[in-house]
């Protein structure tokens, strides 16, 4: 393993340190769905992904961005490298402790805000309805705190906080993973993932 807690998060938010540039520039890697970039994730990090799941990262949790580091290792990566396998979340529970441990030592504080989005994206990801609602009052927060020249960027990924929100509100899951966990769909769930937009 060749990667460092910087390298990771130079992959993944390039080199631009204004948050409006960088979701912009970086908006192809983080939300398509493109098989040649989870190739690459796969292939770069894939063994620190494992090393994380290990613990043989932890002392990178000393410093805000090598925690950071690491909740990009298990919440996002593994959704690129094991896409539409139950593998994608098997780290789920491991991101959220560490983003939980971010956020009770005010870590998040000393990130850029587009870095804060992906610390709190386990919350989001999770299938808690507590979780979720914290979710949602960390990107009203993020919200309020970015110039407002960057609002609108901030905005959507409160939107989509709200939307996470309400699925488990409703459904106490997302039912867009059933199939990926060989979990039974109920009549309502079904119908619902036959909506626009259900499986983000």
Known sequence: MTETSESILTFW?????????????????????NEHTDQEIQRRFESSTEAMGRGELDHWAESPRGLLAMVLLVDQFP?????????????????????LHAL??????????IERVFLYLPLEHSESRADQQRSVFLFEQLLKDV????????????????????VIDRFGRFPHRNRILARESTAEEVAFLKEPGSSF
């Open 13 to 33: 938010f390039g080199t631009s340190h204004d948050d409006a540039t960088t979701a912009k520039a970086q908006a192809s890697l983080w939300w398509s769905k």
């Open 79 to 99: 959704r690129n490298m094991y896409r539409n396998l139950p593998e994608a979340f098997a780290f789920d529970t491991l991101a959220l402790r560490w983003t």
């Open 104 to 113: 009770e030592r005010g870590m998040d504080n000393h990130l850029l805000p």
């Open 147 to 166: 110039p407002t020249e960057h609002k609108e960027v901030f905005s959507g990924f409160l939107d989509y906080a709200i939307r996470h929100r309400d």
